[in-house]
């Protein structure tokens, strides 16, 4: 069964999350207290709702309990954030993924349980979608005319095998630029050498063939 997400504040960076997951096949719930911003995403994801999320009852009413990830990205409202996360960190959301406006605000935000806080300016809205579907995605940069760049670790499925026997081009249209070792970028890796746990690999492609590869290798 596929996660389901929610993203709460659906401002610049909330609805590029929401729109960027949708458009990878997953359910969305997008929730703010602004109709107008309801009623824009509301063709761009699974449902739209104009709810208040320090409203307790409110979001039990719309069975956000029942969410595997919830993405915080209220906007300037630090209290409403915080608020809002403490709720659902009562609920018991397995996954919650918070935006920060700062370091203070960060530190709070880990101590009352966020499993995740994010920077708007250092994480783009995409570039989180990748790392909520696929735990192994370390990086993900976007280049231009499609492309982009996935840093990932090397997932089970493929320690103690060789490039050549992943044929990650034949198989996914993908490209392993590089491998990095314990820190260490070897960025002409031999076919025959066999990928360890420690390994971390850097691949380019198409961001189509892209995702099919990170959700192969989510599983």
């Not at 997400?5 to 609805?15: E, L, N, Q, T």
């Not at 320090?54 to 990205?73: K, W």
């Not at 250092?122 to 982009?148: K, T, W």
Request: charge should be positive; proline fraction near 3%.
């Amino acid at each position: 069964m596929k996660q389901q997400f929610a993203v709460i504040g659906i401002g610049r960076f909330g609805s590029s999350v929401a729109k960027s997951l949708h458009a990878f096949g997953y359910e969305v719930l997008a929730i703010d207290s602004n109709e107008q911003r309801v009623q824009n995403i509301s063709t761009f994801v699974t449902q739209a709702v104009q709810a208040d999320s320090t409203d307790e009852e409110a979001l039990r009413t719309l069975g956000i309990d029942r969410f595997d990830v919830v993405v915080v990205a209220i906007g300037m409202n630090i209290q409403a954030s915080i608020l809002t996360s403490l709720i659902l960190k009562d609920m018991g959301i397995p996954k919650l993924i918070v935006k920060a406006q700062n370091d203070l605000q960060a530190k709070v935000l880990s101590k009352i349980g966020a499993d995740k806080v994010v920077f708007p300016e250092r994480d783009m809205g995409n570039r989180v979608a990748h790392h909520l579907i696929s735990p192994n995605v370390m990086d993900y940069v976007e280049l231009s005319d499609g492309y982009s760049i996935v840093e990932m670790k090397a997932p089970p499925q493929m320690i103690g095998k060789s490039l050549k026997q992943l044929n990650i081009r034949a198989k996914y249209n993908c490209n392993v630029m590089a491998v990095k070792t314990n820190g260490v970028m070897n960025i002409t890796p031999s076919a025959d050498a066999l990928i360890r746990v420690t390994d971390t690999l850097v691949i380019v492609g198409k961001n189509e063939h892209l995702l099919k590869f990170e959700k192969m290798f989510a599983r």
